[in-house]
Every structure is written in structure tokens, then in C-alpha cells.
């Protein structure tokens, strides 16, 4: 097995944020949404391509999933719950596990961490490059890629494969780089699997 692995997680690409009615339902705009989804689509092929795994992260937001204070916040804005499990909108959009690729749910939380077994799945491979697109920026993938860093795993996000809801997408991205030190990159970049530490010599093989 190579060391120093890189994956890509897909967050949270699912109908209850991701579909034109989420987007109405958000306040955004639907066309914005749907190209965050084809283009992190594209991404994953453009991974499956390169032999880098992909995993999937899914949110399901039942209540009784939720803690004390998510369900209190809810009641008090009027807040339905999203992604109910087995519902059409808990289902991914425009992306789909291929054979073999895990999935991780997450249970009315935002942190791809507390999914069960997510990290256990990245030590046991050996990852130490995260490579994160999906919704939201300011939210999930923000809340993701700051227990990675924390917990030692170099982050990038790519940002034409992801948007914001409450917080400007450019402020919330410029945010991850410069106290995470995540890396901004594009879909097509070069170097986008590459381990940020190391020089190319010493970048793993793939797969």
C-alpha cells in the first residue's frame, strides 16, 4: 500500500441541498447549484481516473437523530428536517458510488468526522491528503476540513466544485486556506492529487 495516500470525499451532494427546489428553498440560485454538481460529478471521474479513491459523505437529518439543541434550533426557526433516511431527498445528485466506494452518513451533524468509521477508513489507508468538494462551503466542507487539519490531514478544497449558503463563497474559502492551510485548486489542476508536503519524487503511486 502507498504511503501518504490522497482521497477525495464528495459532501453532502444530495437532493435536499442540491436540487432546483433546495436552491429555491435557500435562496439560490439553481443554475449556480446544479453546476456544482456536475462539476464535482466530473471530478470524481477525473479521480476514478487517476486512481485516487473517492468516498462519499450523506447527511440524514430524521429527528430522532437529532441532538437536543439541533431539534431545539429546528422548532424554533421552523426548520423541517432534511435527507430523511430512505426519502428522495436523501439522495445523491448527480453523483453515484461506484463499486467498492464507501459511504459515510453523518446523523444531524455537519463534521464528515463524526460520521462512524470515516476516519478509521482514512488511517487504515494510510491518507494524509483530503481532497474536499461538495456543499456546503461555509458549513459541511468548512466544518470537515477544519477536524482534518486539526487531526493532522493536509486539506484541499476545490472551489468550482463547491458553493456557500450563509457566508460569501470567496471569504469562507480564503478562511480554510489561511488558518488551515488548505490548498484552493481547481477541478483540472495538474497537481490537484498531489500531496501538498511532498516534492514530486516522492509522491505516492495511485490506487
Known amino acids: 500500500m502507498s504511503a501518504a495516500r490522497t482521497v477525495l470525499a464528495v459532501v453532502d451532494l444530495q437532493r435536499d441541498f442540491c436540487a432546483p427546489e433546495a436552491a429555491?428553498?435557500?435562496?439560490?440560485?439553481?443554475?449556480?447549484?446544479?453546476?456544482?454538481?456536475?462539476r464535482t460529478a466530473d471530478a470524481v471521474?477525473?479521480?476514478?481516473s487517476a486512481g485516487v479513491e473517492v468516498v462519499f459523505v450523506r447527511f440524514v437529518g430524521d429527528e430522532d437523530?437529532?441532538?437536543a439543541s439541533w431539534r431545539h434550533r429546528d422548532r424554533a426557526r421552523g426548520k423541517p428536517p432534511k435527507c430523511l433516511e430512505g426519502s428522495p431527498g436523501a439522495a445523491f445528485h448527480r453523483v453515484a458510488p461506484g463499486p467498492g466506494e464507501r459511504v459515510f452518513t453523518k446523523y444531524a451533524c455537519f463534521d464528515a468526522f463524526l460520521s462512524e468509521g470515516f476516519e478509521d477508513h482514512l488511517r487504515a489507508r494510510a491518507t494524509a491528503h483530503l481532497?474536499?468538494?461538495?456543499?456546503?462551503?461555509?458549513?459541511?466542507?468548512?466544518?470537515?476540513?477544519?477536524?482534518?487539519?486539526?487531526?493532522?490531514?493536509?486539506?484541499?478544497?476545490?472551489p468550482d466544485c463547491t458553493t456557500s449558503l450563509h457566508l460569501p463563497a470567496p471569504g469562507i474559502l480564503g478562511f480554510m486556506e489561511r488558518v488551515y492551510g488548505a490548498r484552493l485548486l481547481p477541478r483540472s489542476a495538474p497537481g490537484l492529487w498531489?500531496?501538498?508536503?511532498?516534492?514530486?519524487?516522492?509522491?505516492p503511486c495511485p490506487g
Open 24 to 38: 429555491v428553498r435557500h435562496g439560490l440560485d439553481p443554475q449556480l447549484l446544479e453546476g456544482v454538481a456536475v
Open 45 to 48: 471521474q477525473r479521480a476514478r
Open 65 to 67: 437523530r437529532q441532538g
Open 131 to 158: 481532497v474536499l468538494a461538495g456543499v456546503y462551503a461555509d458549513v459541511c466542507v468548512d466544518s470537515t476540513a477544519r477536524t482534518a487539519f486539526q487531526k493532522g490531514f493536509h486539506v484541499t478544497v476545490v
Open 194 to 203: 498531489s500531496h501538498p508536503a511532498l516534492t514530486p519524487e516522492q509522491q
